[in-house]
């Protein structure tokens, strides 16, 4: 069975892969290269995911911790989109980062990106190291399968890769819908629905709206 799923598995990082390439070769490294419909959207969900990661954090730090940079893992970095976020507002007093993603070229294209900090990528499916966090933007957003419930039970795999290796919790987005669907390629999911999976099969989850995006939250799943 074991040796299925992994069959299963690989067949669709495959075709995930396959269309990513083919995006990237396309559109380049910007919004579009990694099926963004505009850079507005990609920053307002990464400002969302920094603001849960921040306040669970200001919560949770006991004494000298709260001084410390908080470590996250970016799984599915695509080209390095959040990564040059961070450079830009000058917050890596405040924030350790590493990205990840499945897809060769688009690690590539981060070291093309950033030559100096090629350390910082790395082709694969979780955190290299124990962080504070893991964050998925849009990394599940787009599927090559029609089935939801498969969808979905491949997005649960790949967060248990990740929550060993995420002290405080997991952050992650999705376009959100009243019922679970499929449309043009493009996974939602019903609020509700996912929180009580995540909670069930990691820890307490929250949702909150992210900032001036139709139908997108973000999810917090944490240990506390």
């Known amino acids: 069975m074991k040796f299925?799923?992994?069959?299963?598995?690989?067949?669709?990082?495959?075709?995930?892969n396959q269309s990513y390439t083919k995006r990237l070769a396309s559109k380049g490294s910007q919004p579009e290269g990694v099926f963004w419909n505009s850079e507005a959207n990609q920053i307002n969900r990464f400002i969302?995911?920094?603001a849960l990661i921040e306040t669970t954090r200001r919560f949770n730090a006991i004494g000298d911790e709260a001084k410390n940079p908080i470590s996250i893992a970016e799984i599915g970095c695509g080209y390095g989109a959040l990564y040059r976020y961070l450079q830009d507002k000058k917050m890596f007093d405040q924030?350790?980062?590493h990205g990840v993603d499945i897809n060769p070229a688009m690690i590539a294209a981060c070291w093309r990106n950033f030559p100096n900090e090629i350390?910082?990528?790395k082709v694969a499916d979780r955190p290299q190291y124990l962080v504070d966090f893991s964050l998925f933007s849009g990394t599940y957003n787009l599927t090559p399968l029609e089935d939801c419930d498969q969808w979905l039970r491949y997005i649960i795999q790949g967060l248990h890769k990740c929550w060993h290796l995420s002290r405080q919790g997991m952050v992650i987005n999705f376009l959100c819908a009243p019922e679970t669907k499929i449309n043009k390629k493009i996974y939602y999911a019903n609020r509700k629905h996912f929180i009580a999976t995540a909670t069930k099969q990691f820890?307490?989850?929250?949702?909150v709206p992210t900032k001036d995006v139709s139908g997108d939250f973000s999810f917090l799943i944490s240990r506390s």
């Open 48 to 50: 969302t995911l920094i």
């Open 95 to 97: 924030w350790s980062y």
């Open 119 to 121: 350390s910082q990528f």
């Open 4 to 16: 299925l799923q992994q069959v299963r598995r690989f067949a669709i990082e495959r075709r995930i």
């Open 203 to 207: 820890g307490p989850t929250i949702a």
